[in-house]
């Protein structure tokens, strides 16, 4: 008995096969939707899948290096001392920095300062005597307060009520900004080399075809054949994406450049910083400091390279054409619920 039980066990459950009822329905609506799913989803796998995504190929991410070298001369008219010229040396502070560089367009230069007392800046006034207090470190003046006033003008001001400067100890003179104009013409030379170790591939934004008196010419411009990939801009904020496909020469790998502001508002833009070169001069400390207000320019790589891959594309192709299912799917739903004759096609699809 029980090896009759096991044996009609084993019958019913793995010595048989099933297979679905198949119907023909001979209607214009079905065979409509029924065509028009098949065809959406066609569309989609090799539309977007295949030509959109590129599900045919493998990617890999780019690696990236990034130098850069500002163009930058201009003469400064000085009433005071005598002219001078600036250049690279002088506007780009620190010369070097990681996918980065930083433009000085307005300066603040005292030289010769020592530690001795000295106006204030002429943001910081004050009132009444007592505002000062001797030797009350003030958070936006320049040294320690002291509890007379600076100047001869300020004895006018004072007369009058009107505000009169404070006399600080501090490093004298204390500073006074120069802004630098045609800050908008000056250019940069980025060299950008990038790697796709799966694919062997090196490639550099100075292409194959950019000779030496090219570079010294050129400047970028979207709009033109040969200089929307020319490697020098102006004074922008730049973001540098390769797209290459490898099926094709890699020649044809090039990249695109974009550019953007990553501030908002007009408070508190741009940055400063201040450095000084100390020295002593007839046994005196003395230092000149040089406080620079500049533009942070970061530049920003992304890309990606990809080449046909046999395993990715079957996976896709074979991901996307299981997807016709759905057809059927979708069809049995409306035929079996929703026409007119369900009932009539639901007694012919299922058998009790």
């Given at each position: 008995?029980?090896a009759?039980s096991?044996?009609?066990?084993?019958s019913?459950?793995?010595f048989e096969?099933?297979?679905?009822?198949?119907?023909a329905i001979s209607?214009?609506?079905?065979?409509l939707?029924?065509r028009?799913?098949q065809?959406?989803?066609?569309?989609y796998?090799?539309g977007?899948?295949m030509l959109?995504?590129?599900?045919?190929?493998?990617?890999?991410?780019v690696?990236?290096?990034?130098?850069t070298k500002l163009?930058v001369?201009q003469l400064?008219?000085?009433p005071?001392?005598?002219d001078?010229?600036?250049?690279v040396a002088?506007?780009?502070?620190?010369?070097?920095?990681?996918?980065?560089f930083?433009?000085?367009?307005t300066?603040?230069?005292?030289?010769n300062?020592s530690q001795?007392?000295?106006?204030?800046?002429?943001?910081?006034?004050?009132?009444?005597?007592?505002?000062?207090?001797?030797?009350h470190?003030?958070?936006?003046?320049?040294?320690?307060?002291c509890a007379?006033?600076?100047?001869?003008?300020?004895?006018?001001?004072?007369?009058?009520?009107?505000?009169h400067?404070?006399?600080?100890?501090a490093?004298?003179?204390t500073e006074?900004?120069i802004?630098?104009t045609?800050?908008?013409?000056?250019?940069?030379?980025?060299k950008?080399?990038?790697?796709f170790?799966?694919?062997?591939?090196k490639?550099?934004?100075?292409l194959?075809?950019?000779?030496?008196?090219?570079?010294?010419?050129?400047?970028y411009?979207?709009?033109?054949e040969m200089?929307k990939?020319c490697?020098?801009?102006?004074?922008?904020?730049?973001?540098?994406?390769?797209?290459?496909?490898f099926d094709?020469?890699?020649e044809?790998?090039?990249?695109?450049?974009?550019?953007?502001n990553?501030?908002?508002?007009?408070?508190g833009?741009?940055?400063?910083?201040?450095h000084a070169?100390?020295?002593?001069?007839d046994g005196?400390h003395r230092r000149?400091?040089?406080?620079?207000y500049?533009?942070q320019?970061f530049?920003?790589?992304?890309g990606?390279?990809?080449?046909f891959d046999?395993?990715n594309?079957?996976?896709?192709?074979g991901?996307?054409?299981?997807?016709?299912?759905?057809?059927?799917?979708l069809?049995?739903?409306?035929?079996?619920?929703?026409?007119?004759k369900?009932k009539k096609?639901?007694?012919a699809?299922?058998?009790k």
């Amino acid at each position: 008995v029980m090896a009759s039980s096991v044996k009609k066990f084993l019958s019913a459950t793995l010595f048989e096969y099933e297979t679905q009822k198949v119907i023909a329905i001979s209607s214009y609506k079905i065979g409509l939707i029924y065509r028009g799913i098949q065809m959406l989803i066609v569309t989609y796998v090799i539309g977007w899948v295949m030509l959109r995504e590129k599900g045919y190929q493998s990617f890999e991410t780019v690696v990236s290096g990034v130098t850069t070298k500002l163009k930058v001369h201009q003469l400064h008219r000085n009433p005071v001392h005598r002219d001078r010229i600036w250049d690279v040396a002088d506007w780009a502070v620190p010369p070097q920095m990681n996918s980065a560089f930083f433009v000085t367009p307005t300066w603040s230069s005292p030289k010769n300062q020592s530690q001795t007392t000295c106006e204030e800046d002429k943001d910081n006034k004050w009132m009444q005597n007592s505002d000062c207090i001797k030797g009350h470190v003030h958070g936006l003046g320049w040294g320690v307060q002291c509890a007379t006033q600076a100047g001869a003008s300020n004895s006018h001001q004072r007369e009058r009520g009107l505000p009169h400067l404070r006399e600080s100890t501090a490093w004298c003179p204390t500073e006074q900004d120069i802004l630098m104009t045609r800050v908008q013409n000056f250019t940069v030379l980025i060299k950008n080399s990038v790697e796709f170790p799966k694919f062997g591939v090196k490639r550099r934004n100075i292409l194959s075809n950019m000779g030496k008196n090219y570079l010294r010419g050129c400047n970028y411009r979207p709009d033109h054949e040969m200089d929307k990939y020319c490697p020098i801009f102006r004074m922008v904020a730049i973001d540098i994406h390769w797209e290459c496909n490898f099926d094709y020469d890699e020649e044809e790998c090039k990249p695109d450049y974009k550019f953007r502001n990553l501030e908002d508002g007009h408070v508190g833009r741009g940055w400063n910083f201040r450095h000084a070169y100390h020295y002593v001069e007839d046994g005196v400390h003395r230092r000149t400091l040089v406080k620079a207000y500049g533009i942070q320019f970061f530049i920003s790589v992304t890309g990606r390279g990809g080449k046909f891959d046999v395993l990715n594309f079957t996976m896709n192709l074979g991901s996307g054409l299981a997807l016709l299912t759905l057809a059927t799917v979708l069809c049995d739903i409306i035929v079996l619920n929703i026409m007119r004759k369900r009932k009539k096609y639901r007694q012919a699809k299922i058998d009790k």
